[in-house]
């Protein structure tokens, strides 16, 4: 049955309140005295300080919508029907209350009786030794045992080197013969898009000293995560994440700047997942307090921005666009994110401010870039073509081109990077910086930015929602 991004969120969030959860707000993307995580990547991340004691939850139980980054699938983007940068995480916790029969029971109620999903398009994957996951599944759920697959510690099981930890087990959906990539092995766990995985259920039930030794914790605890546009793209039927209602929306803005039609061509079409999704994905994080620099959260900001400009010169845009589109986002969640709202003002300049900087030089650097390229492979064809750190220096330091989009765009073409002396070239230049600081003071990058945009009227998101995070917790 089709239902709306929007709705699929809350008639999460309102059945886990009605099995005596609390619900409350998404943290911000930015970590909350946590050194161990630049950005928020799952539901359970900023709930990690429960998990481990050392603080006390509101509750017991407790349900969230997260906001989430995912940068290691950056290359999975647009390319895969699943995968985004930004995405938002469904999820119930149990601190020490509820186990797996009740995680189990739950999940399955909501999937099969309020969302009405097929039972015979589900498929469940299990930790390998987790047999008592199997007989909760099949006898008290009824899900036969040849939908039941045992899979290894990869995939289901759940550990971030020490602390609680535990199997998982996930819940995937079989979209149909005509997404199989068609290959005889090909089922649950296989890399294409016919069984998408869309809820795991965590059952952290040991403290692992990090080592493989493991100890049963006595009060064990619940963790779920759903991928909230994984679900709407089930529901919705539609062919990737893209193509959700809400996200769609902002898709055929890009579109509509391009002059192009999705659907057409196949390389066009991925960029304009690209640029959709990281679009969301630095909307997000602006409102939510990052800045573009050159290290840190801040850079992954700045190559997410200026990979998504790059996008934007392949599909012939020529003018700053990005932050037009932002402003779709901006108002496809304006109900669930108000403080995009309050900030909308600030977020629109930021991103206009960094996607200026880079329109100055991207042409030139492009140019260049495929000069060098041109150059490699013309070359002895007998040898491995490997661009030389000094060249990849100055499309960074001269053309603000961050690292990874060389790799990535040289990459495409069989040449790889001179690492070694790239690091040292960058290495040199963090000295000159910092002597350069020390004579003259900080005038840094954010300062900078600040300076353009301070005629916009204060930045209150991040702090407001950190309150009231603060506040409900
Ligand atoms: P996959 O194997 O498809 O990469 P995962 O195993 O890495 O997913 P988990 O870490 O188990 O994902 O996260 C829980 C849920 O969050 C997933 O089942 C999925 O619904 C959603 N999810 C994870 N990564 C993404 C992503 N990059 N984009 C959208 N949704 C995601
Ligand atoms: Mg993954
Ligand atoms: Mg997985
Ligand atoms: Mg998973």
């Known amino acids: 049955e089709w239902t709306g991004l929007n709705e699929l969120r809350e008639k999460f969030l309102s059945f886990f309140e009605s099995k005596e959860h609390m619900r409350l707000p998404s943290y911000p993307l930015v970590p909350h005295e946590d050194a161990s995580l630049l950005l928020i990547n799952s539901g359970m991340a900023p709930m990690k300080k429960f998990f481990l004691g050392l603080e006390t939850p509101p509750r017991k139980r407790v349900t969230t919508c997260q906001k989430c980054i995912r940068t290691p699938d950056i290359e999975n983007v647009g390319k895969t029907a699943r995968h985004g940068t930004y995405f938002e995480m469904l999820g119930n916790f149990s601190f020490g209350d509820y186990f797996k029969h009740e995680a189990i029971a739950w999940a399955w109620e909501f999937i099969t009786e309020v969302l009405k999903m097929p039972k015979d398009r589900l498929w469940i994957t299990v930790y390998q030794d987790d047999d008592e996951s199997i007989e909760i599944w099949n006898k008290e759920q009824g899900v036969p045992l040849d939908r039941i697959v045992r899979m290894g510690k990869e995939d289901n099981f759940w550990e971030i080197g020490s602390g609680p930890c535990g199997p998982c087990s996930e819940i995937y959906f079989d979209r149909g013969e005509q997404y199989s990539c068609g290959k ?176 100055r030089t991207i042409d030139q650097g492009m140019q260049l870039l495929n000069d060098m390229i041109d150059k490699l492979e013309t070359s002895d064809k007998n040898f491995e073509k490997v661009m030389p750190g000094a060249d990849a220096f100055k499309l960074y330091d001269t053309y603000g081109f961050p690292v990874d989009l060389i790799r990535e765009i040289i990459e495409e073409r069989n040449i790889t990077l001179d690492e070694t002396e790239f690091t040292r070239f960058m290495e040199q230049q963090r000295e000159r910086a910092r002597k350069a600081r020390a004579s003259m003071g900080d005038l ?17 998101g991040y702090k407001e929602v950190s309150a009231k995070a603060k506040v409900v917790a």
Not at 444 to 460: H, M, P, S, T
Request: hydrophobic letters at 35%; glycine letters at 8%; proline letters at 3%.
């Open 184 to 359: 005889p092995t090909c089922g649950v766990g296989c890399d294409c898009d016919r069984y998408v995985e869309f809820w795991n259920l965590v059952f952290s039930q040991f403290d692992g000293d990090g080592n493989g030794n493991y100890e049963r914790l006595e009060h064990p605890n619940i963790d779920t995560g759903m991928g909230l546009e994984r679900l709407a793209c089930i529901m919705q039927g539609v062919d990737n994440l893209f193509e959700v209602d809400t996200v769609q929306n902002i898709m055929k803005h890009v579109a509509r700047i391009a002059g192009v039609n999705y659907k057409e061509n196949e390389k066009t079409d991925i960029s304009l997942r690209v640029i959709t999704d990281h679009i969301r994905s630095t909307t997000f994080m602006v409102g939510d307090g990052v800045l573009p620099q050159n290290e840190g959260r801040g850079y992954v900001l700045r190559r997410l921005l200026r990979r998504a400009a790059r996008h934007g010169r392949l599909l012939g845009i020529t003018e700053p666009f990005l932050y037009k589109v932002c402003e779709t986002v901006i108002s496809e969640n304006a109900n669930a994110y108000p403080n995009l709202v309050e900030n909308k003002d600030y977020i629109v300049k930021v991103i206009k401010v960094e996607e200026e900087r880079f329109a």
């Open 444 to 460: 840094g990058w954010e300062e900078d930015v600040l300076a353009d945009i301070k005629d916009k009227g204060k930045f209150v």
